[in-house]
């Protein structure tokens, strides 16, 4: 009988890679490939990542936020 595949190496064990980390998707700045996601915004009907620096410049801004 085959028992369950064990953990063995700590790469196992840590946090996510990067590939498999889901990266910032502010449609203001195409350029952001941070990871750290603090929120979701929808746009366009499509929920995007967002990731905390990308928002606090974004939530700075003198813009009116509505829904469609």
């Known amino acids: 009988m ?3 595949k064990l953990l063995t190496s700590e790469t ?13 998707k502010n449609p203001w700045n195409g350029r952001c ?4 996601v603090a929120l ?8 995007l990542p967002i ?3 990308c928002w606090t410049s974004i ?3 003198d ?3 509505r829904f469609d």
């Not at 946090?15 to 980390?21: F, G, I, N």
């Not at 979701?40 to 929920?47: A, L």
């Open 40 to 47: 979701y915004i929808c746009y366009k009907g499509e929920m």
């Open 2 to 4: 085959k028992g369950k």
């Open 59 to 61: 939530a700075s801004e």
């Open 12 to 24: 196992e064990l840590s946090e996510p890679s990067q590939l498999d980390r889901e990266m910032c």
């Open 33 to 36: 490939e941070n990871t750290d």
């Open 63 to 65: 813009i009116e936020w």
């Open 51 to 53: 990731c905390r620096e």
